[in-house]
């Protein structure tokens, strides 16, 4: 459902946009998208977009970054909220995403960018334990950037990441 509705999105973009679609319009809809998921669940979305027009975020596979973000705060998050911002900070963008959810255990923090790892707290939610390790793969080794975890059980989680950004043109 989620490729169909980004695949249309990209599909009506000016074509000189879809090289590095996931800009300001496409993380607009990607948030669009995840709040329509977040209403079902009674969770609240806000989010806080920040983007000098000259700058662009790497390329099409951060969407993934954000899309696993906010799927696992969308799945971790009953009640409460959700909340999202990108912002510029000198040469770096920087993406946080936070819940109000069931947060992680202090001694799962360590591994959830591990393969196939699953906090103990995440059984009856679906998943693999795929997402955070291909979220910190594409953030640590592709774009050299950094991934921060803040949670408290029982209150929520809010990840940070930092990565250069990229002057159009440049």
Known sequence: KFLKYLSDYVSA???ND???FCTNHAVNALLN???ESAENLEADMDWHIEFPKDTDL???DLCSVIGNLLENAAKYTDRGSISVSIST???NAVLTVSD???GIPKKDQKRIFDRFFRAENSSGVPGTGLGLSTVHEIVTRR???KIKV???LGKGTTFTITLPLVTKGG
Request: glycine letters at 12%; zero cysteines.
């Open 33 to 35: 998208y995840y709040a």
């Open 18 to 20: 879809v090289v590095s």
């Open 143 to 145: 774009y050299k950037g």
């Open 13 to 15: 973009m000016p074509k």
């Open 89 to 91: 900070r000198g040469k």
């Open 58 to 60: 790497p390329d099409t």
């Open 150 to 152: 803040d949670s408290t």
């Open 100 to 102: 109000t959810g069931r």
